[in-house]
């Protein structure tokens, strides 16, 4: 199944972190990883697993359609000294994310209405899971993703949990996933289904020799 294979990740999230004005450290410190995780993420070194995707996308207020987009420049945004702690002004970080907003097309694309297979925008994470765009519509707040768990795939690290906003759905298709929801763990088989608040604990891990494949939607919940 042929899809677009996006450029790797970590310019995007470089990207994101000067506009927004955070420093390496600020951000590592933030969402609870190691400077040089950070660096290697943002120098392709290293893919971030789902869990820290979610956390660096959370920290900087990232969306999944900024997540997905090729737009890498930073539209001028002033050069951070990435050993500094120091952040941008607080009146320069706003600035920036005006330009952002008003800067046109990134963060307001639309994929669809028909997206066929070679058509999908496609991000490696770590482990091997890939997440395919299946449509986007701007000022709508869904993802809607086609998920691919290999074999030995997972979430976050052994033993770790994440938690983002939002609610989330899925849909197995193919393969077996195991979900560790709060205190309890599904077994997911083909055809099976999922519905909670992802603010709940969970990971999702393969431990079958087959790759697990499925639909998600998560609806993400707006600030009031």
């Not at 770590?126 to 765009?133: N, Y």
């Not at 979900?179 to 997911?188: E, K, V």
């Not at 999922?194 to 790759?211: C, G, I, K, M």
């Amino acid at each position: 199944m042929a899809s677009s294979t996006l450029p790797p990740i970590g310019a995007r999230l470089r990207a994101a972190r000067h506009r927004r004005g955070v420093s390496v450290r600020g951000l590592a410190r933030e969402i609870g990883v190691s400077a040089s995780l950070i660096s290697q993420i943002e120098t392709d070194k290293s893919s971030p697993s789902v869990s820290t995707l979610y956390a660096i996308s959370t920290a900087l207020d990232l969306s999944l359609e900024e997540l997905f987009s090729d737009e890498t420049a930073d539209a001028g945004a002033p050069e951070l000294d990435d050993d500094s702690d120091e952040a941008l002004p607080l009146s320069a970080a706003n600035g920036l994310v005006r330009g952002l907003v008003t800067a046109g097309p990134l963060g307001r694309r639309r994929l669809g209405p028909l997206v066929t297979p070679d058509q999908r925008e496609l991000l490696t994470l770590d482990s091997g899971v890939t997440w395919e765009l299946l449509g986007q519509i701007p000022g709508v707040h869904v993802d809607f993703l086609l998920i691919t768990y290999p074999p030995g795939g997972s979430s976050s690290g052994p033993g770790l949990l994440m938690r983002h906003t939002g609610t989330e759905f899925g849909y197995v298709i193919s393969g077996e996933l195991t979900l560790t929801l709060g205190f309890q763990t599904h077994r997911l088989a083909a055809g099976d289904s999922v519905s909670f608040d992802s603010a709940t604990p969970h990971a999702y891990r393969n431990e079958t020799t087959e790759p697990a494949v499925g639909v998600w939607f998560v609806l993400e919940h707006l600030a009031a």
